[in-house]
C-alpha cells in the first residue's frame, strides 16, 4: 500500500478484518455447503457508513489488500456506475501494490488466478438483461462465463469476497443485483460502504442485504 490511511482509517480497517478473521474460521472449520452460508450470512457481511469524503475506497482497498495476504480470496468491486469504474481501477493499482486488477470482460480463467485478484465491474454488467451481462454469462472462446468461473475459482480452494461502493444505492431487496448476489456469487465476505445519512435506510438495508 502506498498511501497512509489516517487514523480513523486504520481503526475501521482492523475492526473489518477482526470480524473477517473470525468469520474466515468459521469457514475453514465447515464441513457442508449450507454452515459455510450461514458462517458468511452471519459473520462474513459488514456495512461501513461513512460521509463522503471520509476514504471509504481506502479503507475498503486495504481491508482487501492485508486479508488477502491471510487467505486464498478473489474479489469482486462493484461501482455504482460505470464511469466509476476505470477510476476504481485506476485506485487500485497506484495505491495498492497487493492488489492485481483484472478485466471481467476478458480475463476470466481460474489457472493463473492469484490472491488479491480484484475484478471491478458494475451491477448492470453481471445481473442484468443487457447484452454486456449475457456475453458475460455465457462461455466464450477465450474465458468461460462468469457462473462457471466462480465456480472453478472455489474449486480452486480460493474464497469469494465481494466490495460494493454507493450499497445504499445500487443493492436494494428486490433487484437483479440482488439475485445475482445471492444465487451466483455466493460470496464468502462482503465489505458495503456507503454514505447515506439516514440511519433508518442504513437499517432497511442491512436486514434486506
Known sequence: MKVTPKRYQAEAKDSVLEIFRYACQQIDATEDPQSRLAASAHNGCVLIQAPTGAGKTLIAGTVAEEFSKETDIIWFWF?????????????????????????????????????????????????????????????????????????????????????????????STGTESVKFYREVLRPDFTLMITATPDDQDAESFRKSS
Open 79 to 171: 461501482t455504482p456506475f460505470t464511469g466509476l469504474v476505470e477510476q476504481a481501477r485506476i485506485a487500485i493499482k497506484n495505491d495498492f501494490q497487493g492488489l492485481r486488477v483484472r478485466d471481467i470482460s476478458c480475463e476470466r480463467v481460474a489457472r493463473g488466478a492469484r490472491s488479491g485478484d480484484v475484478y471491478v465491474t458494475t451491477w448492470a454488467s453481471v445481473a442484468a438483461s443487457r447484452k454486456e451481462a449475457r456475453r458475460l454469462r455465457v462461455d466464450g472462446d477465450e474465458s468461460v462465463s462468469l457462473d462457471h468461473f466462480l465456480g472453478q475459482l472455489r474449486e480452486s480452494g480460493f474464497k469469494i469476497g465481494a466490495l460494493i461502493d454507493e450499497a445504499h444505492h445500487t443493492f
